[in-house]
């Protein structure tokens, strides 16, 4: 991807999402732009997995506005890609690495819904990059951790997509896995992505991302990774949600 792409932006304006009578997320205020690394912090409830949901376009924003590049979201789907939590792929669902990875070509197909040569091409590309030409003939609900997170990473760039959402990522990973996820998401910003991802291990969040913002149902902080993990307010927030790093040994 050419450094054309590092001013595409993303912007929140006022954002707000309820389930029903139930307030989920308010007050969301923030831009960030491609070749950036985002982490979502928060205790849970806090509305993390809301803001996936309405960028990822499976919700709508009841106020405010969500836009990518100074349009509505909903305009750039093909941009955007969404990556499931590693556990929670279906088991009685034996897809091949390389069909999975394919998939990402749908939102690309003509009329006819014909796979054609770019898109095989695509495909072989993603399966490259992320190191998945060994494994790309294997069943999906038969590898590692790692291994599937690579594989809807290719997914995504068989997409071409320019923003990559991800929900805990580094969730039941071991420490190589974590370390490899790492490094490909530092690649994927220095190749013109934007990753947003939520997260839980605090003591990681400033070497893997960039920028952080912390939510409690409404925006508590944004800012880079830095300076927010200094924060007071932030600090109190998130160590709400971590108590054993505070327990007295009596």
């Given at each position: 991807m050419s450094h054309s792409h590092e001013h595409h932006q993303l912007d929140l304006s006022d954002v707000a999402f309820s389930y029903g009578p139930k307030l989920a997320l308010s007050e969301v205020n923030f831009s960030i732009h491609c070749g950036q690394r985002l982490a979502l912090l928060g205790p849970n409830g806090a509305g993390k997995s809301t803001l996936i949901r309405l960028l990822?376009?499976?919700l709508k924003n009841e106020t405010g506005s969500i836009n990518w590049r100074e349009n509505p979201i909903s305009k750039a789907r093909r941009e955007i890609a969404y990556?499931?939590?590693?556990?929670?792929?279906?088991?009685?669902?034996?897809?091949?690495?390389?069909?999975?990875v394919a998939m990402g070509r749908y939102?690309?197909?003509?009329?006819?819904?014909?796979?054609?040569?770019?898109d095989q091409e695509k495909t072989e590309e993603a399966i490259a990059t992320m190191n998945l030409g060994e494994i790309a003939h294997r069943q999906i609900d038969q590898l590692s951790g790692g291994q599937q997170q690579r594989t809807y990473?290719?997914?995504?760039l068989a997409q071409e997509a320019h923003v990559l959402l991800l929900d805990e990522p580094f969730n039941g990973l071991d420490i190589e896995s974590r370390c490899h996820l790492s490094d490909s998401l530092i690649d994927l910003?220095?190749?013109?992505?934007?990753?947003?991802?939520?997260h839980h291990q605090l003591e990681s969040v400033t070497e893997i991302f960039t920028h952080?913002?912390?939510l409690d149902q409404k925006q508590?902080?944004?800012?880079?990774a830095a300076e927010v993990m200094v924060s007071d307010a932030v600090k109190?927030?998130?160590?709400?949600?971590?108590?054993?790093?505070?327990?007295?040994?009596l």
């Open positions: 990822a376009g499976l990556l499931p939590q590693v556990d929670q792929h279906q088991r009685h669902f034996p897809l091949r690495v390389r069909d999975v939102p690309h197909l003509g009329h006819f819904r014909r796979f054609g040569k770019i990473i290719a997914r995504a910003t220095k190749s013109g992505h934007l990753i947003i991802a939520s952080a913002l912390v508590v902080a944004f800012g880079p109190t927030t998130l160590h709400s949600c971590h108590p054993h790093q505070h327990e007295r040994v």
